[in-house]
């Protein structure tokens, strides 16, 4: 099992900058990829950025050039920078990871972005 713990949500004004943090603990070798995750009300649930253990990493469409995926694997966290937001970056952002194929889930951080 892997446990995921975000931090970082939170409210700001349209064009200001939060950082997410998500902590593995638990069963965490060979965790493959991690990444972002966003879900609005009565929405599917979308990817944001993902990035793999050697640190390859992608986007939505939505959030290049404004967000960015980074991970520590010696203290197994993963980081949500983003910048520039926009009001239609507001849901609740979910941490997750890979590990043999089975993804495991963070509770979520709710961010709001007001414009």
């Given at each position: ?51 793999t253990s050697s640190g390859i990493t992608n986007y939505a469409d939505s959030v290049k050039g404004r967000f ?27 941490c997750n990871a890979n590990r043999f194929g089975t993804n495991y889930w963070g509770q979520g951080t709710q ?5």
């Open positions: 099992q892997v446990q995921l713990v975000e931090s970082g949500g939170g409210s700001v004004q349209a064009g200001g900058s939060l950082r997410l943090s998500c902590a593995a603990s638990g069963s965490t070798n060979r965790l493959v990829g991690m990444g972002w995750y966003r879900q609005e009300p009565g929405k599917q649930r979308e990817m944001v950025a993902g990035i960015t995926i980074f991970r520590d694997n010696a203290k197994i966290m993963v980081y949500l920078q983003m910048n520039n937001l926009k009001p239609e970056d507001t849901a609740v952002y979910y961010v709001t972005v007001s414009s």
